[in-house]
Structure formats: structure tokens, C-alpha cells
């Protein structure tokens, strides 16, 4: 085990300007919506839990992805 070094958290299943049709599974503590793709969390402004949404992925960090909505999921 390396100190200081940087986890691998392998590749990330969205990438910035995908859109995703996602359910909303529960909301954070600061009210945006939480959607998981594979796993990975997916955070969205102004969404409730319930809300099924096509978002676009706006931003992809480390761990998580930020999402905007652009309208109703097509399930």
C-alpha cells in the first residue's frame, strides 16, 4: 500500500454532454436530486425523489457527476 497516492476509481460511465434518462432515488442534504448510472451518482438541481428525467451531464468528478434537467425520461 502506497501513502499518498491517489486512488483509481477506473472509468466513470458518463461523460460530460451524455444524456441519460434517470430516476430520482432520494434527495441531499443541500435538495438536489440524487440518480445513480451503473452506480455512480448522478446530482440534479431542482429534481424530487420520484421524478423520472432525461438529464445532461454538465459536469463528471472524481466520484460523482453533476446533471442538469432537459426534460421527461422516455422509459
Known amino acids: 500500500m502506497e501513502f499518498g497516492r491517489k486512488a483509481d476509481f477506473g472509468p466513470k460511465p458518463v461523460q460530460v454532454g451524455d444524456e441519460r434518462d434517470v430516476t430520482i432515488e432520494a434527495v441531499a442534504s443541500k435538495g438536489d436530486g440524487i440518480a445513480k448510472v451503473e452506480g455512480f451518482v448522478i446530482f440534479v438541481p431542482n429534481a424530487k425523489v420520484g421524478e ?21 425520461a422516455t422509459v
Open 52 to 72: 423520472k428525467l432525461k438529464v445532461r451531464i454538465t459536469e463528471v468528478k472524481r466520484t460523482c457527476a453533476i446533471a442538469e434537467k432537459i426534460g421527461e
